[in-house]
């Protein structure tokens, strides 16, 4: 039976409504995303710097090792809605007529709650656990140490003969398929709505509720996050400077066109 908090997380969920949309919404939000990316530059940009930097120095300590490195920066796309909760909050603020800055990148990340520092542990817990699972996954099935992109390309990716790769992406995609159902419109409804109104759990379950009822939509947008996360990292990460903040803004409005209210 369900327990207090998880009835109590039910009513909260129920107190959004989800707006029908069509299958190519999301190219708007992309649209959007890049609206406020250039109305507010230099502190949107600053996280897809951070983001680039952050990868570099991973590249720096891991390029030996790059059995561990694939698993880190796909986990990459577990953690990175937690890291974009000052781009959710420029958005907000745009959308309001303000006047973004550093400044609301850092209200955004004063600990008022506990609730984003909930979610951030527990997402970071989550890729972790795929980093490890990736690590041991790839060195306990590769035929031969893997230890640069060249052997990870031609003894994994290309490797008729075991499967590896796709196994390897099944396997992160059973992994992270959850995750993202749990963050589609999660972690900007907590940053819209104060503490009382909305727990971590109701907001996990208002994002199940728009993966559930708008599938195709979702599987596009998760598509096309993928998709230009991997520009970004085969451009030497430098892409990664643009594509970040350009999908975090695309966040905060997929979020507002998805839930149709907000509890009072």
């Not at 577990?78 to 959308?95: H, K």
């Not at 499967?163 to 995750?179: C, D, I, K, R, S």
């Amino acid at each position: 039976m369900p327990n207090r908090y998880s009835e109590q997380a039910l009513r909260e969920s129920r107190a959004f409504g989800v707006r029908p949309i069509p299958v190519l919404r999301p190219l708007g939000w992309l649209a959007r995303g890049w609206q406020d990316l250039w109305q507010a530059p230099l502190a949107s940009l600053g996280h897809g710097l951070a983001m680039a930097v952050f990868g570099a120095l991973l590249f720096a300590l891991a390029h030996d090792r790059f059995w561990l490195l694939a698993g880190a920066f796909s986990g990459f796309l577990i953690v990175a809605p937690i890291l974009a909760t000052g781009l959710y909050a420029i958005s907000r603020e745009l959308q309001r007529g303000g006047r973004p800055g550093w400044h609301t990148v850092r209200d955004a990340w004063r600990p008022r709650d506990g609730r984003l520092i909930v979610f951030g542990v527990l997402l970071a817990f989550a890729g972790t656990g795929w980093v490890l699972c990736s690590a041991a996954f790839v060195t306990g099935f590769a035929a031969d140490p893997i230890q640069s992109p060249r052997d990870f390309l031609l003894k994994v990716v290309l490797n008729d003969d075991s499967h590896l790769f796709e196994t390897w992406l099944m396997l992160g995609a059973v992994l992270a398929a959850p995750v993202f159902a749990s963050t589609v419109v999660a972690i900007p409804a907590l940053v819209d709505m104060p503490p009382g109104k909305l727990g971590v759990l109701g907001a996990v379950f208002t994002s199940w509720r728009v993966v559930l009822e708008h599938p195709a939509p979702i599987a596009l947008w998760a598509a096309l996050i993928i998709a230009l996360t991997l520009v970004g990292m085969a451009t030497a990460l430098l892409g990664l400077v643009l594509i970040v903040p350009w999908l975090g803004h695309a966040s905060w409005h997929a979020y507002r066109d998805l839930v149709t209210r907000r509890p009072d």
